[in-house]
């Protein structure tokens, strides 16, 4: 499928309409950019808000929030964007003879004849180069995790091909800045870390697993595994399970960060984080269809709400 013709203009089929890629960006860029899925910012997110989850948890932790945090943020909002695209770029490399199979993904930029995978691999490398530059401005202990991710990222895409949970993976390579924001504010790991880092994998289960909904038919046809084709029917109450784990292992995240130094007030309101963002999931829930691919896409994008809430109530935590 590599010279399948492109959809008008060659937008990608579950881009978001109306998007700045689509419409501003310059011609000749806007096949790196949809490479990148800088045309559907649904996924910088979610790999980004791990990283402020394990920065706000880290200032409560050590009751020490400092200027030096402004950056740490604005870092992990320019490396996801760029590590995210790197990913996405090695994930349609990999995948590309299985993306021009599949509906919704062959319109992609390397199946379609937009990119070339040559071209595809300098733009990921460019991208990575980016994210190190950034990188290197945190100190040790965050640098050695960040060239660590690298693992992850490098084998989410070929899980797809040998185990049933290719999400789980996805959780090890998207959550992983829980552990890296944290560790570039404190120098070092603490076990509110890793609680949040494991809630972030559960988290991603869940949407990850609507997301994969969308292919199941595509996937049994040509042999890919997801949890979405295991769990068939029986998804809701998977996800139920994931929801539960999510909430809890943040309760016990934001419980080892407050204590002993913060007040009372503040470990309550940060306990009010999980719990907000555990009522969204089962909304989220509540307004499943496993049968209505718009409504699987919908569900997936308000995951970006989802993961904000706990940061209102984090925030909130560390002002009282």
């Known amino acids: 499928m590599q010279g399948q013709a492109p959809t008008p203009d060659g937008q990608v089929a579950d881009a978001v309409t109306g998007n700045w890629v689509d419409i501003h ?177 559960s988290w991603t289960l869940f949407y990850d697993t609507i997301y994969a909904h969308q292919d199941t038919e595509d996937d049994a046809l040509i042999g890919v595994k997801s949890t979405a084709r295991l769990f068939g029917d029986q998804t809701p109450r998977w996800m139920t399970y994931f929801l539960v784990a999510t909430v809890s292992l943040m309760g016990v995240a934001v419980i080892e960060a407050a204590l002993p130094d913060a007040s009372i007030l503040a470990l309550v309101l940060a306990l009010a984080g999980p719990w907000a963002m555990g009522w969204h999931m089962a909304w989220q829930l509540r307004g499943l269809d496993l049968n209505d691919n718009g409504k699987l896409l919908q569900l997936f994008r308000v995951n970006r709400d989802t993961g904000l809430i706990p940061l209102i109530f984090f925030g909130a935590a560390l002002f009282v």
């Not at 909002?77 to 995210?84: D, E, P």
């Not at 695209?85 to 349609?92: L, R, V, Y």
């Not at 945190?138 to 290719?166: D, E, Q």
Request: one cysteine or more.
């Open 25 to 201: 960006a310059p011609a000749w860029s806007r096949p790196f950019l949809r490479l990148s899925r800088a045309d559907r910012p649904i996924g910088t997110w979610l790999l980004l808000l791990p990283c402020w989850w394990g920065l706000m948890l880290a200032m409560l932790d050590g009751q020490d929030a400092r200027w030096g945090d402004l950056w740490i943020a604005a870092g992990c909002g320019m490396g996801a964007f760029l590590m995210r695209g790197a990913g996405c770029t090695w994930n349609d490399i990999t995948d590309r003879d299985f993306d021009g199979r599949v509906e919704r993904t062959r319109s992609r930029p390397i199946p379609s004849g937009q990119v070339s995978v040559r071209m595809a691999v300098v733009w990921m490398v460019a991208q990575a180069l980016l994210a190190l530059m950034i990188l290197l401005t945190f100190n040790r202990a965050a640098i050695a995790l960040g060239v660590l991710s690298l693992l992850p990222v490098a084998v989410y895409p070929f899980a797809k091909r040998f185990t049933w949970w290719p999400q789980a993976f996805l959780g090890l390579a998207f959550n992983w800045g829980a552990l890296l924001a944290w560790t570039a504010h404190a120098g070092s790991l603490g076990w509110g870390a890793v609680f949040l880092y494991a809630a972030g994998i």
